[in-house]
Nanobody, 124 residues
């Protein structure tokens, strides 16, 4: 049974930091591109960051570049997102997602697996 379980969300003041984690099970984690995507209230899905299968390369949305860092530990089947200098506009539900084929700019239907999300709320 495939599972992606996110944690680490919460409420933080603008300028603060959070670290999200996503523990994967039920599939070969190292073979998948792993993504963080988010959805703000009343808005569509926004891709945040991705790390390619096996690790080493990562890509970021312009809105988070320089503030967020994605990483993965294939030995622990865990994906991370270090978020610094948080802004109010970062408020969203953050989801971990996986794709065997990989790529950038995926639609929500192109991911193979999704987690249930963890809420991040940034206040001023």
């Amino acid at each position: 049974q495939v599972q992606l379980v996110e944690s680490g969300g919460g409420s933080v003041q603008a300028g603060g930091s959070l670290r999200l984690s996503c523990v994967a099970s039920g599939f070969t984690f190292s073979n998948y591109w792993m993504y963080w995507v988010r959805q703000a209230p009343g808005k569509g899905i926004e891709w945040v960051s991705v790390t390619v299968s096996g690790g080493g390369r990562a890509y970021y949305a312009e809105s988070v570049k320089g503030r967020f860092t994605i990483s993965r530990d294939n030995a622990k089947n865990t994906l991370y997102l270090e978020m610094n200098s948080l802004k109010r506009e970062d408020t969203a539900m953050y989801y971990c997602a996986a794709s065997r084929a990989g790529g950038l700019g995926l639609s929500r239907y192109q991911y193979d697996y999704w987690g249930r999300g963890t809420q991040v709320t940034v206040s001023t």
